[in-house]
C-alpha cells in the first residue's frame, strides 16, 4: 500500500512529497484544477477586472475584489494552489497583487517590480519562485519572487536581448520560457530558464514567425503553448516537453488576435482569452490536452478586451 502524507491539497505520496519541497521536476502526478483567471486589461481604457473560470465547467464569476490598481499590459503566474500575482502594467508598472487561494483575498506585495513596466512576461516555478521578465523600456530583466516569502532578486543573467510584448509559459519543476516580443530581429526568439539554477539558454528553434503580443500557456511536463500575437494571426505553436522541438496547431485560435492571455488546466485544458482582432473580443477558446482540439465557450469575459493576464489555481 502506497504511504501518503496529508498536505493542504489532499493525499499525496511520500515520494512527490519530498520533491516538491526540493523543487524537483520530476513531479510523478498533476493535481486536478481548480479555477482560471483573466485579470486587468483594456476596454478602451484600464480596468481592475478579474474573471474567475471554474474547472472543469468553465463557468465563470467576477471577483469582488479586483487589482489594486486599474492597469493593462500586465503577466500573472501562480504559485499552484496556494496564491497567484499579477505584476508591472500600465499604469502603475511595479505593482505586484497576490490572490491567495482558494479564497482569492487579495494583498499587495511590500515589494513590487525593481522597475515601472509593461508589455512584460511571467511565468513559474510552482512551490519554488515566480518570475516577470522583459518589456518597456525593452529591458533584459528578469525578477524571481521566491515562495513563500515573495522576496525579490534579479538574476543576473536576463533575457537574450532587450524586448517588451513578450509572453511566458513553464514546464514546473524543469525551465520556464519567454517568447516573442516585437523587438526585430530578436521575436522569433524563445528562451529558456532551466530550473533551479535559472541558467538561460535559446532555442534553436524559436516561434514559426517572428511576433509579439501573444498569450502563452501549458500542459506540464507535456508542451508549452504560444498562441495569436501580432499581425494579427490565429497561429498557436507547440513547444514538446523535454524536447522543445516546435509544431504549429492545424487548428489555431477561432480568429486572428493578439493580445489574448492564456491560463491552463493541466493535462486537461488551455484557454486563450479576449483579445482584439481589429475590434476587442471576449472570446475564450478552450484547447483540450492532449488532442488540442479546440472549442470557444459558451461564455467569455465579462466584457470585451484586450491586453490583460491569465493566472491558474492548480496543485502540481
Not at 520533491?19 to 481548480?34: P, Q, R
Not at 494552489?81 to 505586484?96: E, F, H, L, M, W
Not at 491567495?100 to 510552482?126: I, Q, V
Request: proline share 3%.
Amino acid at each position: 500500500m502506497a504511504v501518503t502524507k496529508l498536505s493542504t491539497s489532499g493525499l499525496i505520496s511520500f515520494a512527490r512529497y519530498n520533491s516538491m519541497l526540493a523543487g524537483n521536476a520530476a513531479f510523478s502526478t498533476i493535481g486536478v484544477g481548480v479555477a482560471g483567471y483573466f485579470a486587468g486589461g483594456t476596454t478602451g481604457s484600464a480596468v481592475a477586472t478579474v474573471d474567475k473560470f471554474a474547472f472543469p465547467s468553465d463557468s465563470r464569476t467576477t471577483l469582488g475584489t479586483g487589482l489594486s490598481v486599474a492597469r493593462q499590459n500586465l503577466a500573472g503566474m501562480a504559485n499552484g494552489d496556494v496564491a497567484g500575482y499579477i505584476g508591472g502594467g500600465s499604469p502603475s508598472g511595479t505593482i505586484v497583487d497576490k490572490f491567495a487561494f482558494p479564497s482569492d483575498s487579495r494583498t499587495t506585495l511590500g515589494t513590487g517590480l525593481s522597475s515601472d513596466r509593461w508589455g512584460l512576461a511571467a511565468m513559474a516555478n510552482s512551490g519554488v519562485a515566480g518570475y516577470f521578465g522583459g518589456g518597456f523600456n525593452s529591458v533584459t530583466t528578469v525578477e524571481k519572487f521566491a515562495f513563500p516569502a515573495d522576496s525579490r532578486t534579479v538574476l543576473a543573467v536576463g533575457l537574450s536581448a532587450s524586448k517588451n510584448w513578450v509572453a511566458g509559459m513553464a514546464n514546473s519543476g524543469t525551465a520556464g520560457y519567454i517568447g516573442g516580443g516585437n523587438s526585430s530581429p530578436t521575436d522569433q526568439d524563445v528562451d529558456k530558464f532551466a530550473f533551479p539554477s535559472d541558467s538561460r539558454t535559446t532555442l534553436g528553434t524559436g516561434l514559426s514567425a517572428g511576433r509579439g503580443l501573444m498569450g502563452g500557456m501549458a500542459n506540464a511536463q507535456v508542451a508549452g503553448y504560444f498562441g495569436g500575437g501580432s499581425g494579427p494571426v490565429a497561429t498557436v505553436d507547440k513547444f514538446t516537453f523535454p524536447s522543445d522541438t516546435r509544431t504549429t496547431l492545424g487548428t489555431g485560435l477561432s480568429s486572428a488576435r493578439f493580445s489574448s492571455p492564456g491560463m491552463s488546466n493541466s493535462t486537461i485544458a488551455g484557454y486563450f482569452g479576449g483579445g482584439n482582432t481589429g475590434s476587442l473580443v471576449s472570446t475564450v477558446d478552450k484547447f483540450a490536452f492532449p488532442s488540442d482540439s479546440r472549442t470557444t465557450l459558451g461564455t467569455g469575459l465579462s466584457s470585451a478586451r484586450n491586453d490583460g493576464s491569465a493566472m491558474q489555481n492548480q496543485p502540481l
